[in-house]
């Protein structure tokens, strides 16, 4: 049975970080690409970062480049995004998935396949 499990989240003020975690079992971490996802209420689920199977390539939207960084560790079959210069903007359930690449293309909701129940990030402004 694969499980997903996010966590991290939390309330902080603008301009400050967070590290979200997701560590995943029951699949060969090695095997897939691994993803965060955010949605706001009442908006769409949106790819927000994304690294692929061998950890050389990440992939992040444009509203978190330069602020968001995703890696990942083999040994503890954990994945991470470091949020850095938080906005209020960046308010959101995060989401952490499991799928078959990372790129321009593939960071959608429907590329992925396994997925967490999400972390709540909430920035103060």
């Known amino acids: 049975q694969v499980q997903v499990v996010e966590s991290g989240g939390g309330l902080v003020q603008a301009g400050e970080s967070l590290r979200l975690s997701c560590t995943v079992s029951g699949l060969n971490f090695d095997a897939w690409a691994m993803g965060w996802f955010r949605q706001a209420p009442g908006k769409e689920r949106e790819g927000v970062s994304c690294?692929?199977?061998?950890?050389?390539?990440?992939y992040s939207a444009d509203s978190v480049k330069g602020r968001f960084t995703i890696f990942r560790n083999y040994v503890k079959n954990t994945v991470y995004l470091q949020m850095n210069s938080l906005k209020s903007e960046d308010t959101a359930m995060y989401y952490c998935a499991a799928g078959s690449r990372c790129g321009l293309d593939y960071l959608l909701p429907d590329r992925y396949n396994f997925w967490g129940q999400g972390t709540q990030v909430t920035v103060s402004s």
């Open positions: 690294i692929s199977r061998s950890g050389d390539s990440t």
